[in-house]
Structure formats: structure tokens, C-alpha cells
T-cell receptor, first 109, second 117 residues
Framework: EDQVTQSPEALRLQEGESSSLNCSYT??????LFWYRQDPGKGPEFLFT???AGEEKEKERLKATLTKKESFLHITAPKPEDSATYLC??????????FGAGTRLFVKA | GAVVSQHPSWVICKSGTSVKIECRSL??????MFWYRQFPKQSLMLMAT?????????EQGVEKDKFLINHASLTLSTLTVTSAHPEDSSFYIC?????????????FGPGTRLTVL
């Protein structure tokens, strides 16, 4: 059964305290792995797409990496404005999208 | 680029009335759009896949007569919640699929908060 699991469910960091969010997946025929950021009461905002193991993408303080079993979203020196829910989603064959439950990130000044 | 809009952003209606939500891809054509529902502190639940020019594909457990979807053009899909009841109150989010070369990405709208009294 196709499955996407994100951990931890919630993460509390001090400003400047770097950390990583995990997205592990079990799918048949990965067509792409996506990271989104969602603020309360808003739709998800696209961050990154990763297609193959070993691929990395960076944007400001965020860096996404992909292996054959999981993806990490590294947050370097986070700021309070990075507080949000980060969603991971995988596209399988036939363009079926499976979302993880998300990681709620809280960054305290 | 890749902007998706939704209208309205929020709506309050009486039980038994119908509500229409629009989803538009503003700067690209989308043959496929998706409708999601999200409950507080939960992830997105796919309701249906909307295909331009054909009938929508509904996920298991989603009533097609309750949630009417029309994908009238390459930039517009609508979701109509018919005979709405308080249990239909939720956050509804649409997304549009953009395919460019080898990239294939969903871009999301800002969501519509529906409250049924």
C-alpha cells in the first residue's frame, strides 16, 4: 500500500537552531516528491520538487534532499517567520498524489 | 508564475442552500484540477479530480451528487456543495496541475472557508 509518513508531528525550535524534517515513503513508481509550506487558513505554497535519489534543492534557509526511501527538509538557522506546517506529497504512477500528515514547525524568537 | 485563485475566500450559508466555489489558474492552462478538503490540524483529503471536458473522478466515500464539479475550461473548475449542512463546514482547497517539459507540479489556491449554519 502506498504510504507517506512525516515526522515529527510537531517541532519546536529556537531561532537559529537548525533541524530537519523527515518524509518517508513507500510507493510504487515514484514520479516526484513535493514539499509545500502551509500557513494557517491558507492553501499550501509550493516549495520544491525532487525526482530522483541524490537530488537536492535549496531555497533561502531550506534545503530538500531525496533518497530512495525518504526525503529531508533541512532548515538552517530558522526564523520565527519560518513557523508553518510543512507538507510532503508524492506523485505515483497515474498521477495519484499522496500527502503526508505534515510537520508543524514553531520557531521561537 | 503558477498562480491559482479561489473565490470566495470564505462563505457563510444557511443549512439547505447550495454554495459554488470557483478555482482558476491565472497564468497557465490546467487540463486537470483537484479539489481537497481539510479539517483543522489535519492534512489534505482529496475529494475529486476534475478533468476539462469530462466528468470528474471522485474518491471513495465522496458523494458525487453532493459535491458537483464542473471543469468548464482549461482555467476554471467549480465545486458546488448542494444542500449544504453543518457537517459540510470545512476548508476547501483546489489545485491545478501544470505540466512543463519534464516537470509536473500541483499549485494550490488559497482555500475557501465554508461555514454552514
Amino acid at each position: 500500500e502506498d504510504q507517506v509518513t512525516q515526522s515529527p508531528e510537531a517541532l519546536r525550535l529556537q531561532e537559529g537552531e537548525s533541524s530537519s524534517l523527515n518524509c518517508s515513503y513507500t510507493v510504487s513508481g515514484l514520479r516526484g516528491l513535493f514539499w509545500y509550506r502551509q500557513d494557517p487558513g491558507k492553501g499550501p505554497e509550493f516549495l520544491f520538487t525532487l525526482y530522483s535519489a541524490g537530488e537536492e534543492k535549496e531555497k533561502e534557509r531550506l534545503k530538500a534532499t531525496l533518497t530512495k526511501k525518504e526525503s529531508f527538509l533541512h532548515i538552517t538557522a530558522p526564523k520565527p517567520e519560518d513557523s508553518a506546517t510543512y507538507l510532503c506529497a508524492v506523485h505515483t504512477g497515474g498521477f495519484k498524489t499522496i500527502f503526508g500528515a505534515g510537520t508543524r514547525l514553531f520557531v521561537k524568537a | 508564475g503558477a498562480v491559482v485563485s479561489q473565490h470566495p475566500s470564505w462563505v457563510i450559508c444557511k443549512s439547505g442552500t447550495s454554495v459554488k466555489i470557483e478555482c482558476r489558474s491565472l497564468d497557465f492552462q490546467a487540463t486537470t484540477m483537484f479539489w481537497y478538503r481539510q479539517f483543522p490540524k489535519q492534512s489534505l483529503m482529496l475529494m475529486a479530480t476534475s478533468n476539462e471536458g469530462s466528468k470528474a473522478t471522485y474518491e471513495q466515500g465522496v458523494e458525487k451528487d453532493k459535491f458537483l464539479i464542473n471543469h468548464a475550461s482549461l482555467t476554471l473548475s467549480t465545486l458546488t456543495v448542494t444542500s449544504a449542512h453543518p457537517e459540510d463546514s470545512s476548508f476547501y482547497i483546489c489545485s491545478a496541475r501544470r505540466v512543463m517539459g519534464s516537470t509536473d507540479t500541483q499549485y494550490f489556491g488559497p482555500g475557501t472557508r465554508l461555514t454552514v449554519l
